[in-house]
């Protein structure tokens, strides 16, 4: 599928956002700056998975395509711990204060079957184009419900590149009454407050729950930048972390920029957030990212990849600024791209390396069968990217983690950490089945006494490091045996 955006408004952006992009480029980041997702063990966790799925968008019940027996198919061809699951406030809410409890078993369903192979889920309210509200014919927009919708009879008409949706005038109406830009429906963001609370009530004590994504890339309708991102934004944010934080102390709040713009790299102007709940806050910083280059249709090839990798710098200066901005851990929301282009793979092993070097999750857009995702067919046959996919990683490291390297030439994964008081548990690697060393030929550097173990089904290594002291630095290499 070809994307191109409206050239003005690609060139609008960049005079408006070059001078904070300039800004952002003289800053070092240093690894005290990282931060991580840590679990009941104070483990720092690697989460590698999907979106799961675009599909939900415009099925009946709001629901993705995926089986419990899908779940292990994912986990068996490419070991992946992490799904960002997609929800809709359309169905979670269909009518203003009356919650589908109906709708929550079916999510609470899907949930179980990636607790069931210790998936950590992160349960994404999704909206694209506001809503399927914003005009009487039918678009592509999905997410909030028709009583939450007011366009004022503007018009919205289909496009031939559905983002050019955003701008038609209902849409913006929409988002305008939404941010109360228009000052005419000021108690939506509560509304749409009070639902997360709804929601987080559910599942508070969900263990493989780990984190709620308030909204999947904002739009300011009227407001964009920090007009939008520092103002109502933020404010939503606020309130809606507030009531997720009177029924729900420790899942992960995860906060994502405007979409226009901070998808391509430009900095966001989302402020510092207070979380809260008692003791360390727990907010994600959980950006996506679509090189403007290849949203213009160019390739990650030859000098156009040169391009997108450039591009790719400077999102990633700009997403870690915006870290430590938030002193949040940061996770890839979502990156993907078409993989029957020229590039493709290189692509997403660029992202996924990149992930790695940021200490950052990923979670891929999208687990479909609409060529972008990992499947050759609707019978679930391996496309191109389950084997890129399907990459050593780890999945959660005891203590500090120090530096994080994967050589796909050799295919060796090296994982250091220190020693921190408080972790409990061994540091776990997913190991792909071509990447498993020979008996007995572990490298790990430390001065401690250690155990491994070898889980064969899920193909997970555990080191478990005794009597070590916090400080001390522990270098595990594992390198492909000859079996
Ligand atoms: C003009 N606006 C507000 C806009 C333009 C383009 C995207 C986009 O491509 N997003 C990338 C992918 N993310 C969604 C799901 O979250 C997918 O449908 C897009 O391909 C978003 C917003």
């Known amino acids: 599928m070809k994307r191109r955006l409206l050239l003005p408004a690609v060139l609008c952006a960049l005079a408006l956002l070059l001078p904070g992009l300039l800004a952002v480029l003289t800053r070092e980041h240093t690894d005290t700056d990282t931060r991580y997702i840590t679990d009941e063990q104070g483990r720092a966790l690697f989460l590698h998975g999907f979106n799961t799925s675009g599909?939900?968008?415009?099925?009946?019940?709001?629901?993705?395509?995926?089986?419990?027996?899908?779940?292990?198919?994912?986990?068996?061809?490419?070991?992946?711990?992490?799904?960002r699951l997609l929800v809709q406030w359309q169905a979670l809410e269909p009518e203003r204060g009356t919650y589908d409890e109906e709708y929550l078993d079916a999510v609470a369903e899907r949930v179980d079957w990636y607790a069931d192979l210790g998936y950590h889920v992160l349960i994404d309210?999704?909206?694209?184009?506001?809503?399927?509200?914003?005009?009487?014919?039918?678009?592509?927009?999905?997410?909030?419900?028709?009583?939450?919708?007011?366009?004022?009879?503007?018009?919205?008409?289909?496009?031939?590149?559905?983002?050019?949706?955003?701008?038609?005038?209902?849409?913006?109406?929409?988002f305008d009454?939404?941010?109360?830009?228009?000052?005419?429906?000021?108690?939506?963001?509560?509304?749409?407050?009070?639902?997360?609370?709804?929601?987080?009530?559910?599942?508070?004590?969900?263990p493989a729950v780990l984190g709620y994504d308030l909204m999947n890339e904002p739009f300011g309708g009227s407001l964009q930048g920090p007009d939008f991102e520092a103002g109502p934004l933020a404010e939503l944010y606020r309130r809606s972390m507030e009531r997720i934080r009177e029924v729900d102390q420790d899942t992960w709040i995860f906060v994502e920029g405007q979409a226009v713009g901070v998808n391509w790299g430009f900095p966001s102007a989302l402020p510092h957030l207070e979380d809260p709940r008692e003791g360390e806050p727990r907010i994600v910083y959980a950006p996506h990212v679509y090189p403007l280059p290849m949203d213009l249709g160019q390739a990650y090839e030859g000098g156009t990849g040169e391009t997108v990798d450039a591009s790719i710098d400077v999102w990633s200066d700009s997403v870690r600024t915006t870290a430590e901005r938030l002193e949040a851990p940061i996770v890839l929301g979502e990156f993907g791209l078409d993989m029957s282009g020229p590039g493709a793979e290189r692509y997403v092993e660029r992202m996924l390396e990149e992930t790695e070097r940021m200490s950052s999750g990923r979670a891929y857009w999208s687990n479909d069968h609409d060529g972008w995702g990992p499947w050759a067919d609707e019978d679930l046959t391996p496309g191109p990217l389950a084997d890129v996919m399907d990459r050593p990683y780890p999945r959660a490291v005891a203590g500090q983690p120090q530096e994080i390297g994967y050589d796909p030439g050799r295919k060796t994964l090296q994982v250091s950490w220190a020693e921190r008081a408080g972790v409990d548990g061994p540091t776990e690697v997913y190991l792909p089945a071509d990447a498993v060393p020979d008996e007995g030929e572990l490298d790990l550097r430390t001065d401690a006494e250690w155990d491994a173990d070898w889980d064969e089904e899920l193909r997970i290594l555990s080191v478990e490091i005794r009597g070590a002291e916090p400080g001390d630095e522990h270098t595990l290499t594992i390198v492909p045996g000859s079996g």
């Open 55 to 83: 599909s939900a968008k415009d099925d009946p019940d709001r629901l993705p395509w995926i089986t419990e027996e899908d779940v292990r198919t994912e986990y068996d061809l490419m070991g992946t711990n992490f799904v």
């Open 177 to 206: 009454h939404f941010w109360n830009t228009t000052g005419e429906n000021p108690g939506l963001m509560d509304d749409y407050a009070e639902a997360w609370r709804h929601l987080a009530d559910r599942f508070a004590d969900e």
């Open 125 to 174: 309210m999704h909206q694209d184009l506001y809503g399927r509200y914003t005009s009487p014919s039918e678009h592509s927009g999905n997410g909030a419900p028709e009583w939450a919708t007011h366009n004022d009879g503007l018009r919205v008409e289909s496009q031939e590149q559905w983002e050019l949706v955003y701008l038609e005038p209902g849409v913006m109406r929409a």
